[in-house]
Each structure stands twice: as structure tokens, then as C-alpha cells.
């Protein structure tokens, strides 16, 4: 009887510690999002959090653009998350709201993100980006041909990812900043007094007048561009799954998976068509 009454008050104490560490961290992240202003924390509203963050920075006299959307050529459009104009330089933000762990480097076209096994079949989930690096790069190369500047303007190439996230064997040599949201501040600081005062303030201030007035940020250019990235997205798909094999059975495009027995090809059909090929990936 004894035995079993000591059974109960450990399985109660059990569960009120495990009650009490998800209040904690529920009241943690809660905290975290109010102090920034922002209750939840999806892609929108990660940058959000983010560009929160540096328009603190206008205090020391920066100015900040957000979501500016820039014409490439008659059609074509890109978005720029955000630009900070201080008097180190051009710092040019990319924001990624992404969990698990990250793997890249500078040279690698594309990054993986590997997400924690899921209940289904125990299997972790590994996704593929585009370097961000490379594509924050583009970013600058776009705002320095907008600027149309004979002088030389120190650019800084920042990558945030979300605090959720881990960042694994991440190689920064390439001259750019990959840091969790956390280190925001601590890194633009560190840059600002390594390099310095490069621009005055009437610099900082004729910069964020021009690009705001080369940024279109309405509702039709955002319809647009998304349109944009989707059809690009798609020509990529049809790219790759034309250069590789389809299904004999059905002539759909087989797709990479992860099996029991290692990688290998279905089609995409799927359960439909359950053709297979072992892959050497």
C-alpha cells in the first residue's frame, strides 16, 4: 500500500514539473514576442521582429527600409527584406524564419535545412534552399547599381535566421554574416567600430531617399512579384525533373524519397503509380 501511495506522489510530481516547464517556456517565448510587439512568429512576422529591432538603430542615426521591392528590367522584380543605412555603411538584411538545424557554406548553391525525426515514420526531414549568401549578394549588387555611385560605399551582407534554429557548420569566410536574430545588434555593432564613420549623415540621408524612391512597395507590385517568383520556381522544377529520368509506367517525374533501405526514386504519382528506382545519391 505503501509502495503504491509513493507511486502516485512521483507520477503527480512528474507531471507537475513537466506542466510547469511548458508554462515556462510558453511564458519565455510570450515574453520574447511582446517585447518586440509581435504575439506570433511566422515568416511576416519574423521580419517584422527584425526590422523592429533596427529601427531602434535610427536613435544613433541610421534609417531603415523595409520590404522594398526593385525593378530588374521591364518584368522582372526582387525583394530586399531589409536595408540599413548607418554611417558604417549599406547593410543589406536577409531574413529566413527557419527551424532544425542548417548546413552551408559560401560556395555551395544550395543549403539544407534538417528538421527533428517526425512521429510518422521516425525519419528526420532534410530540405534544400538556395544559399543565402548568393542570393543576399545579388541583393547588393541590385542596390549598388541603383544607387548609381561613383564613390565607394562599404556594403555588409547579413543573413538572420530565426533563434529556433541551429546554425551547423555554417562557413563565414566568404566576407558575409549568417547569425540568429539574437546577435543582431552585437554584430552590427562589432562592424560599426571596425570599420568606422564612412558616411556622414546628409550621406546616409541622400542614399535612403534614392533607393526609397527606386522601392515600390504596393499591393500590385507585391501580387506581381510573387506571380514573378513562382513562375521562376516552377521553370526551375520543370528544368530539373526534365534532365532527369521519368516514370516508364506513367511518365510522370520521379521523385527523390527516403525509404526504409536508404534514398531512392518514385513516382511522383504516388500511390497511384508506386514504380520505384534505387538511387546513388
Given at each position: 500500500m505503501l509502495l503504491m501511495v509513493i507511486v502516485v506522489f512521483a507520477v503527480i510530481f512528474l507531471m507537475w514539473i513537466t506542466s510547469f516547464r511548458k508554462t515556462g517556456d510558453r511564458d519565455s517565448k510570450r515574453n520574447y514576442r511582446q517585447w518586440n510587439h509581435y504575439e506570433t512568429t511566422d515568416g511576416a512576422d519574423f521580419e517584422k521582429i527584425i526590422e523592429f529591432k533596427l529601427s531602434r538603430l535610427e536613435k544613433a542615426g541610421g534609417l531603415v527600409l523595409s520590404n522594398c521591392y526593385f525593378r530588374?528590367?521591364?518584368?522582372?522584380?526582387?525583394?530586399?527584406?531589409h536595408i540599413l543605412i548607418f554611417r558604417s555603411g549599406v547593410y543589406v538584411i536577409e531574413c529566413k524564419d527557419y527551424s532544425g538545424w542548417i548546413f552551408g557554406t559560401g560556395k555551395n548553391e544550395n543549403w539544407t535545412q534538417t528538421l527533428p525525426p517526425n512521429r510518422r515514420d521516425g525519419e528526420s526531414v532534410k530540405n534544400s534552399f538556395y544559399n543565402p549568401i548568393k542570393q543576399n549578394a545579388n541583393h547588393i549588387?541590385?542596390?549598388?547599381?541603383?544607387?548609381?555611385?561613383?564613390?565607394?560605399?562599404?556594403?555588409?551582407?547579413?543573413?538572420?535566421?530565426d533563434d529556433?534554429?541551429?546554425?551547423?557548420?555554417?562557413?563565414?569566410?566568404?566576407?558575409?554574416?549568417?547569425?540568429?536574430?539574437?546577435?543582431?545588434?552585437?554584430?552590427i555593432n562589432a562592424?560599426?567600430?571596425?570599420?568606422?564613420?564612412?558616411?556622414?549623415?546628409?550621406?546616409?540621408?541622400?542614399?535612403?531617399?534614392?533607393?526609397?524612391?527606386?522601392?515600390?512597395?504596393?499591393?500590385?507590385v507585391k501580387a506581381e512579384h510573387i506571380l514573378y517568383v513562382n513562375r521562376i520556381k516552377n521553370q526551375k522544377m520543370n528544368e530539373k525533373y526534365s534532365t532527369y529520368k521519368t516514370c516508364p509506367r506513367c511518365g510522370y517525374p520521379l521523385v527523390l524519397r527516403n525509404?526504409?533501405?536508404?534514398?531512392?526514386?518514385?513516382?511522383?504519382?504516388?500511390?497511384?503509380?508506386?514504380y520505384t528506382k534505387q538511387s546513388n545519391v
Open positions: 530588374l528590367n521591364g518584368q522582372a522584380t526582387t525583394e530586399i527584406d549588387r541590385i542596390v549598388r547599381n541603383k544607387l548609381h555611385c561613383n564613390r565607394t560605399i562599404p556594403f555588409h551582407n547579413i543573413i538572420v535566421f529556433n534554429c541551429t546554425l551547423k557548420r555554417i562557413d563565414n569566410t566568404c566576407g558575409a554574416y549568417v547569425i540568429n536574430a539574437c546577435r543582431l545588434y552585437e554584430t562592424i560599426d567600430q571596425k570599420v568606422g564613420s564612412e558616411l556622414t549623415m546628409s550621406d546616409v540621408q541622400d542614399i535612403y531617399i534614392h533607393l526609397k524612391g527606386d522601392s515600390e512597395s504596393d499591393d500590385s525509404g526504409q533501405y536508404g534514398r531512392f526514386y518514385g513516382c511522383s504519382r504516388y500511390p497511384n503509380c508506386k
